[in-house]
């Protein structure tokens, strides 16, 4: 089965600074990557997703990840953050035809001025 | 649209009880899945329903089991609660129609706090 290693618990970083998340994930079979976020009492909202085609994956509030199959990787980056970028950020994969979405650990992104 | 929604918001019950939680999918979705997301976790699927059948489980005990309605509405029940059971519950939701990749919608959850 699938599985999904987050590297960081906590990531704090200053305001304006640019961030990387790290994920690797682990299958035998073609897989669907996604990163969601979490603010404080909320459900999870879709960052970005990687199904297939060009590697470099653009998503909201300005985030972008890159699938690696090589590194079975798919880091999550954002050249500039702000103090709203503070959240959980959960990276997460699907196999094909599988319906049990598999969750990291999640990462604490904390923002400072 | 009112996206997906959740009741209650919170829940507090004491071991032994049973619970049950609601999910009203996204307008248009036909699919609904139940996560629990212990503190400090990401979520963990628990299972999955479409046209009112448990299409796929995760690994959780048969104590937790779930209804979808005609109104594709789901419930989700925890019988003989544990301590272990508290956690913050996810409901989702999804369209088998749109694609053969259903993207997944999140509600906010219910706070469950088994004491």
């Known amino acids: 089965a699938q599985s999904v290693t987050q590297l960081d618990s906590q990531v704090p970083v200053f305001e304006e600074a640019p961030v990387e998340l790290r994920c690797n994930y682990s299958?035998?079979?073609?897989?669907?990557l996604f990163w969601y976020v979490q603010y404080p009492n909320q459900g999870l909202q879709l960052l970005l997703k990687y199904l297939s085609g060009s590697t470099l994956v653009k998503g909201i509030n300005g985030f972008e990840a890159e699938f690696n199959k090589s590194q079975t990787s798919f880091h999550l980056r954002k050249p500039s953050v702000h103090i709203s970028d503070t959240a959980e950020y959960f990276c997460a994969v699907s196999e094909m035809n599988n319906n049990d979405m598999r969750f990291g650990a999640g990462t604490r992104l904390t923002v400072k001025p | 649209d009112a996206g997906v929604t959740q009741s209650p918001t919170h829940l507090i019950k004491t071991r032994g009880q049973q619970v049950t939680l609601r999910c009203s999918p996204k307008s248009g979705h036909d699919t609904v899945s139940w996560y629990q997301q212990a503190l400090g976790q990401g979520p963990q699927f628990i299972f999955q329903y479409y046209e009112e059948e448990e299409r796929q489980r995760g690994n959780f005990p048969d104590r937790f089991s779930g209804h979808q309605f005609p109104n594709y509405s789901s419930e989700l029940n925890v019988n003989a609660l544990l301590l272990g059971d508290s956690a913050l519950y996810l409901c989702a939701s999804s369209s088998d129609r749109v694609s053969s990749y259903n993207e997944q919608f999140f509600g906010p959850g219910t706070r469950l706090t088994v004491l």
């Open positions: 299958s035998s079979v073609s897989v669907y």
